[in-house]
Nanobody
Framework: QVQLVESGGGLVQAGGSLRLSCAAS????????MGWYRQAPGKQRELVAR???????NYADSVKGRFTISRDNAKKLVYLEMNSLKPEDTAVYYC???????????WGQGTQVTVSS
């Protein structure tokens, strides 16, 4: 059974930083592409960053240069380092497996990030 548990969110002022973590279980983590998504109030969920099993990364234009995704295969963790945060980054952040056909079954509770101006 796949389980994804996000943590690390909080309230931060604009320009600040946060580091999110996602603990994965029920998968062969080292072989899977992992992604971070976010959903702001009234908006669709969007993929903001992903990392392949070998560490190649992609970012949404809105976060490029400010966010960094990384992974620790030994600990089955994926991270999202967020710097220079803006109020428009306010959202619930989730991790998931963007290349999985069953990814819609794996959403966790997410972690709330609120950036005040």
């Amino acid at each position: 059974q796949v389980q994804l548990v996000e943590s690390g969110g909080g309230l931060v002022q604009a320009g600040g930083s946060l580091r999110l973590s996602c603990a994965a279980s029920g998968i062969i983590f080292s072989l899977r592409t992992m992604g971070w998504y976010r959903q702001a109030p009234g908006k669709q969920r969007e993929l903001v960053a992903r990392i392949t099993s070998v560490g190649n990364t992609n970012y949404a234009d809105s976060v490029k240069g400010r966010f960094t995704i990384s992974r620790d295969n030994a600990k089955k963790l994926v991270y999202l380092e967020m710097n220079s945060l803006k109020p428009e980054d306010t959202a619930v952040y989730y991790c998931n497996l963007p290349l999985s056909s069953d990814y819609d079954k794996y959403w966790g509770q997410g972690t709330q990030v609120t950036v005040s101006s």
